[in-house]
């Protein structure tokens, strides 16, 4: 539930997304759905070994293989594709050497995908096989084979970053907690298993340049990526975003890459050509969530007041830096939990390994640390004879308390209505006393479990927060809206068309909020971190602002009065006289004025600044504050752990589109359940065992808990309409939630995702067997 | 070979490779776009048609195995004038849709369920879905939409005197 408001129309009221329409009538356009005359087929030969010298690459057979038209290689872009953000290790096909299975090593197209596939046959590669790498533990010894890209400055090659928080004096902190209890936590790799899988579509342009059609999260850094790689000026590449089915933060990288392809081949043959991915390719090749190992170790009195806590993290990069080193400083700085402390010392490395790679995936390092963190919390608890959520209330970042990092939060905290609503919406009290002894006895075990987080909105430091946004009247009095942010699901072309239905004064049917285009829209970084509301929202308020200032003008003009003795009803404006004139009539006038009909808008996040070498700062420059509680219910007999209710409390500053708020929400505990109790990605020396949805295991409907959801408006000053973010912290505290519970119902602490039935029966996992040829088979190696 | 079969209402003639999907025949070789191909083994739901009225994955189904059938896909799924039909109205007003990739399947699936059971409980409902994977939503506003449908019609067959 929200609370209801007054003081808008059309922010915060009942409305429907924008594209719902055409997507329930099936007529959406997925990328794979867009069939062109002329159009080939690409297919990428990828590595059947994990860690390899490409030691003979031979594509002419393959160009004898009726109905291909073109292969490249590494060969065919400029500095062999060399491409990667912030480290600039990866390549549009592999260059000399492979690093995992499923690395490209080149690509064809042809007349249709069979002879594509058969083109990929005849290719001759040879590879010679590398020693490899694949734990985490052993990356950095100094026998251990390289992986990463050489490097100057005396550490191994397979470091590639350590993100460090450091607060006050720890050796004093732990010293003056009564209680000190330590874990060690493990979390998966987890697959995106968006439902639509990769793709991109390439077609040339008169001029010698490319248009994309691709499903990607980040148009404008996919344009300037296949710019480089071809060298191309930036203006010959045009990316557009066709309906996106799901991302999560999965579509950058490898659709970058399948992009560079697309456009190489659409080159080389003067021909639109398109690139699908399978099931199977999709999850053998595309990047993950970052396995993590975690040591947590917290400190407190014995009157329930936190002293100190100790993190070391080690995040599995794989075969590629990608976002792997933004993860780690997410999650450096969000693994001491929402709470306050004496002295924090954390420290997260990420390492190259031979796995596939990981990049960015909802959350971005949070729901690993969550899953530590808010279990330890618990442990103390336990240890202290305390309520898990009094211990929490007692501890909770409140208004006017400093972060452990050295940051004053000065507006938006809500953490301690978060964790009161939870608890009295989930009767906590009673079934937390209850439960135990009704257990007695029972092989059904019932338990109920909290997670508290903090998220922080945006990119923080990671890098430069900003946006852009345009809007014009066209000839029939249509509003036309372009943001820089994409909406691949998640409903950011909804927020954005209400914020300017809003601000401007005219019905949400009237504008048209155009998909992503890098030729029309102003480039405002990646649609990612949560950021799109606050950002693009705040953009769009003040394109749509600027363009009012223009229509204020021509109706106080139209009605012989002042700006300021306008009044609005519906979309009419009345003067003193209280006659009113149609929005058309004043949008006439307006152009009768020689008024220039259009405006746009930019937004800049407030400054913020963070110090990586002495670990302290302003991370971001607000955070998202929730807390989710689990009730489970276990059956001994089986281990099988069944989620019964998820009360969900989330603080969204202002809910601006409030289905899409719930459907994020939703969405995001769905996810956090699986990641719970049973996706798992294993790699078995460098070979993935789940290729498809048989053996890796995402939520049905069947599986889903009830969910209970609060939201609660806490409003952020600089938020549009004091909006703050949901996406990633609907998931954050999900697992953690659930393993609180688990161990309440049935005594047994699971610190190894996922909350498998042999954890919870034996104590302990029962990996399965894996063999290489899974991998290889799903690829047709 | 020649498959003969009905399609949203229209008679097909149509030859094709006897060793391809049914998914692949109506992708591929009928334009039909709205048949989604999420994992190709029959797990997501993503394929999902109606043959003679019952839901079943596309990709598991032989071209031929159609012959003689009739097909329903989203393409045939809408009111008289073409616009949504209760079901799909409700998918929007109900905030059912994120991404949409998994929502032909879903409109199918409830359908099916709908014919079979017009008055499900929201157990039944997710039962019926257990067989379609979305990624986006978590699968609540969905049984909501179909729900509320459900709902809806019962209404509107209880004043019309029909149980």
């Known amino acids: ?781 | 070979m020649q498959i003969n079969f009905t399609l949203n209402n229209t008679p097909i003639v149509i030859d094709a490779p006897p060793d391809i999907s049914l998914l692949t025949l109506l992708r591929e070789h009928l334009g039909v776009t709205g048949v989604k191909d999420g994992c190709d083994v029959g797990e997501c739901g993503a394929c999902s048609i109606l043959l003679d009225g019952m839901l079943v994955n596309s990709c598991q189904l032989l071209a031929p195995q159609a012959d003689g059938r009739n097909i329903l896909t989203i393409e045939g799924v809408h009111d008289e004038s073409g616009g949504p039909t209760d079901l799909q109205r409700h998918f929007i007003e109900q905030g059912a849709v994120q991404c949409g990739f998994c929502i032909p399947g879903m409109i199918l699936a409830g359908e099916a369920l709908l014919a079979e059971n017009p008055n499900p409980d929201r157990e039944a409902i997710a039962e019926a879905l257990a067989g379609n994977l979305c990624r986006c939503t978590g699968y609540i506003q969905i049984v909501d939409a179909i729900e509320a449908t459900a709902r809806e019609r019962q209404a509107r067959s209880g004043q019309g005197g029909r149980s």
């Not at chain 1, 991915?277 to 009157?303: H, L, T």
């Not at chain 1, 990671?462 to 009247?473: K, L, M, S």
């Not at chain 1, 990612?528 to 749509?544: H, Y």
Request: a negative charge; aromatic letters at 8%.
């Open chain 1, 1 to 781: 539930m929200i609370p209801p408001r007054h003081d808008t129309r059309y922010v915060g009221k009942p409305a429907a997304r924008v594209d719902a329409l055409e997507k329930v009538l099936g007529e959406a356009r997925f990328l794979a759905d867009i069939n062109l005359p002329d159009m080939l087929y690409a297919r990428a030969l990828r590595s059947h070994l994990p860690h390899a010298r490409i030691k003979r690459l031979d594509v002419s057979p393959a160009l004898e293989v009726p109905g291909v038209k073109a292969v490249i290689t590494s060969d065919d872009f400029v500095d062999h594709g060399n491409y990667g953000f912030p480290v600039k290790d990866n390549y549009m096909l592999a260059y000399q050497k492979v690093r995992y299975v499923g690395d490209a090593i080149a690509a064809v197209a042809a007349e249709t995908p069979e002879a594509a596939l058969a083109g990929v046959r005849a290719i001759i590669c040879e590879l010679e096989p590398l020693p490899l790498v694949t734990d985490v533990e052993r990356a950095l010894d100094k026998d251990a084979p390289q992986v990463g890209p050489d490097r100057d400055d005396g550490q191994s090659p397979n470091f590639l970053d350590r993100s460090i928080v450091q607060a006050g004096d720890i050796e004093k902190g732990m010293a003056d907690a009564d209680i000190i209890v330590e874990g060690v936590f493990s979390t998966p790799h987890q697959e995106h298993a968006y439902l639509e899988t990769e793709g991109a579509l390439a077609i040339p342009t008169p001029e010698g340049g490319v248009m994309l059609y691709c499903s990607n999260q980040s148009p404008f850094i996919n344009r300037d990526n296949v710019a480089m790689v071809l060298g191309l000026a930036p203006e010959l590449v045009r990316s557009i975003q066709p309906p996106v089915g799901g991302s999560f933060g999965g579509k950058d990288d490898l659709n970058y890459e399948s992009s560079a392809q697309c456009a190489a081949l659409a080159l080389k043959t003067g021909r639109p050509v398109r690139m699908t991915f399978s099931r199977e390719e999709s999850m053998v090749a595309s990047y993950k969530r970052n396995a993590m190992k975690m040591w947590v170790q917290v400190g407190v009195r014995a009157d329930g007041v936190l002293q100190a806590c100790r993190f070391r993290g080690l995040l599995d990069s794989g075969a590629y830096a990608s976002e792997s080193s933004f993860t780690g400083w997410r999650a450096s700085i969000h693994a001491m939990g929402a709470y306050r402390y004496d002295a924090v010392d954390v420290e997260v490395t990420s390492v190259y390994t031979n796995n596939a790679f990981s990049g960015a995936f909802r959350g971005f390092g949070n729901p690993e640390v969550n899953f530590a963190i808010e279990q330890v919390i618990d442990e103390l608890a336990e240890k202290l004879d305390m309520d898990p959520m009094d211990l929490r209330l007692q501890n909770a970042l409140r208004l006017g308390d400093a972060l452990p990092h050295g940051q004053k939060l000065e507006e938006s905290v809500s953490l301690t209505a978060c964790l009161e609503e939870a608890r009295n919406q989930s009767d906590w009290d009673r079934k937390r006393r209850e439960f135990p002894q009704r257990n007695a006895g029972s092989e059904l075990k019932k338990g109920i479990g909290v997670a508290a987080l903090f998220h922080g909105l945006s990119l923080g430091a990671e890098g430069a927060d900003y946006a852009g946004a345009t809007i014009r009247i066209d000839d029939d009095n249509g509003v036309t809206l372009t943001s820089g942010f994409t909406d691949y699901g998640q409903g950011s072309r909804t927020v954005f068309t209400l914020i300017a239905a809003e601000v401007l004064g005219v019905r949400p049917d009237r504008i048209d909020m155009l998909r992503p285009d890098t030729d029309t829209a102003i480039e405002s970084g990646p649609t990612v971190a949560s950021r799109a509301t606050v950002l693009g929202g705040n953009a769009t308020r003040i394109a749509a602002a600027n363009l009012k200032r223009i229509l204020d003008l021509a109706a106080a003009d139209l009605l012989g009065c002042r700006v300021g003795q306008l009044i609005r009803e519906g979309e009419s404006y009345i003067g003193p006289d209280e006659t009113p004139v149609s929005w058309d009539d004043v949008v006439a006038h307006a152009r009768k004025l020689g008024f220039q009909l259009s405006a746009q808008g930019r937004w800049q996040a407030p400054t913020i600044h963070w110090d990586h070498h002495a670990g302290r700062g302003e991370p971001y420059f607000a955070y998202h504050f929730a807390a989710q509680v689990a009730e489970v219910t276990v059956d001994m007999g089986t281990g099988q752990t069944r989620v019964d209710d998820i009360w969900a409390v989330h603080d969204l500053g202002r809910v601006i589109f409030p289905q899409g708020a719930y459907g994020q929400v939703y969405g995001g505990i769905a996810q956090g359940l699986g990641y719970a109790l049973t996706e798992r990605v294993d790699f078995v020396d460098g070979y993935i065992q789940q290729t498809n949805f048989e053996r890796y295991l995402i939520p049905n409907a069947a599986d889903m808990p009830r969910i209970h959801i609060t939201l609660l408006e806490d409003p952020l000053s600089v938020g549009p309409f004091g909006a703050k973010n949901v996406a990633e912290p609907a998931m954050v505290p999900t697992a953690a939630a659930i393993a609180n519970a688990v161990a309440h119902a049935t005594g047994r602490r699971i610190r190894r995702l996922p909350i498998s039935l042999e954890q919870v029966l034996l104590g302990y996992d029962l990996t399965p067997p894996g063999t290489p040829k899974r991998a290889q088979q799903g690829l047709w190696l």
